[in-house]
C-alpha cells in the first residue's frame, strides 16, 4: 500500500514514520508512506498556502490552488479513474472507526489531506476530495495528528506490517468488544496477585474467563457497543 501525505509540517511525520512497526514496514518495502510539503504547490513569491475567509470572521481558510495542484499531482484528477482515495480529515467528517479503517486497508493507495488554520476552501474539497474522515469530537490545530492515527489503524492491518497477524485479529473492536485487562510478571506487585486463572495453565478456562471480563467491561464502559451490529465492526 502507498499512503501520500499533504501537510504544510512534513516534519512533523519524520519520527513518526520512522519509528516501530511502520519505520520497519517501510524498509522492508511492505508500505510506501510519505508526507508532502503543500508549499511545493504554491507559485508565488511568499508561498502563500491560507487566506482570509469571505465573509469574514476569524482566522484564515486554506486556498485552494495550491492543495487542487498537490492533490491531482499525487492521485490525479478526480473522477472513477482515479487510482487513489482522496481522505481530508475535518472534524466535519464522517467518524472514523475500525470497520473504516479494515476497508482502507483494502485500497492501494490513500492520499490524505492534513488542513490547518479554519479549515479549507469548499472548492478544493469539492474538486479533489473523495471522503472527509473525522477522528473524533474534539477540535485540534491540524489535521497532521489525525491523519497519523488513520495511518496507523490502516497500517496495522496491512498484511505484513504487524509481524504477528494473530495480534490484529484478537484486539479490541474486531468483534466490537472491548478487551479485558492484562497482566505480566511479577505474579505479585504491591500487594496485587494476577488473577489466578491466567496461572493456571487451563487454556480452555482462560478464554472463557478473558471472554467474560471482555464482556464485562464492554457492559460497563461502553454499553453502546453491545447495541451495534456485527457490520458496522465497531
Ligand atoms: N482538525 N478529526 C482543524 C480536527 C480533526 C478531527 C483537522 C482541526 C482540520 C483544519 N480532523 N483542521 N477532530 O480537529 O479530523
Not at 484564515?60 to 487510482?83: F, Q, S, Y
Not at 482522496?86 to 479503517?101: D, K, N
Not at 497500517?155 to 468488544?177: H, I, K, Q
Not at 506487585?189 to 464492554?218: C, D, K, M, Y
Request: glycine share 10%.
Amino acid at each position: 500500500m502507498r499512503i501520500d501525505v499533504v501537510t504544510i509540517f512534513p516534519e512533523l511525520f519524520e519520527a513518526f514514520l520512522r519509528t516501530s512497526l511502520l519505520g520497519s514496514a517501510r524498509e522492508a518495502g511492505v508500505l510506501a508512506v510519505e508526507a508532502h510539503d503543500l508549499r511545493r504547490f504554491t507559485h508565488d513569491r511568499h508561498r502563500s498556502v491560507d487566506d482570509v475567509p469571505y465573509g469574514g470572521g476569524p482566522g484564515m481558510v486554506m486556498k485552494p490552488e495550491p492543495l487542487v495542484e498537490a492533490i491531482e499531482a499525487l492521485a490525479g484528477p478526480k473522477g472513477p479513474d482515479r487510482g487513489a482515495r482522496v481522505i481530508l480529515l475535518s472534524p466535519q467528517g464522517t467518524p472514523f472507526h475500525q470497520a473504516r479503517a479494515v476497508e482502507l486497508a483494502g485500497e492501494s493507495h490513500l492520499v490524505l489531506v492534513a488542513g490547518r488554520y479554519e479549515g479549507v476552501d469548499q472548492r478544493a474539497v469539492e474538486l479533489a476530495v473523495d471522503e472527509e474522515l473525522a477522528i473524533g469530537d474534539y477540535v485540534l490545530c491540524g489535521g497532521e495528528i489525525p491523519a497519523m492515527v488513520a495511518i496507523e489503524a490502516v497500517a496495522r492491518l496491512v498484511p505484513g506490517v504487524v509481524g504477528n497477524p494473530a495480534s490484529v485479529e484478537t484486539e479490541s473492536f474486531g468483534d466490537a468488544r472491548l478487551e479485558g485487562p492484562q497482566y505480566t510478571r511479577p505474579a505479585v506487585f504491591r500487594g496485587l496477585e494476577v488473577p489466578a486463572v491466567l496461572r493456571s495453565g487451563n487454556h480452555a478456562a482462560i478464554a472463557r474467563w478473558r471472554a467474560e471480563q471482555a464482556f464485562e467491561w464492554t457492559r460497563r464502559r461502553r454499553p453502546d457497543l453491545l447495541g451495534r451490529r456485527r457490520e458496522e465492526g465497531s
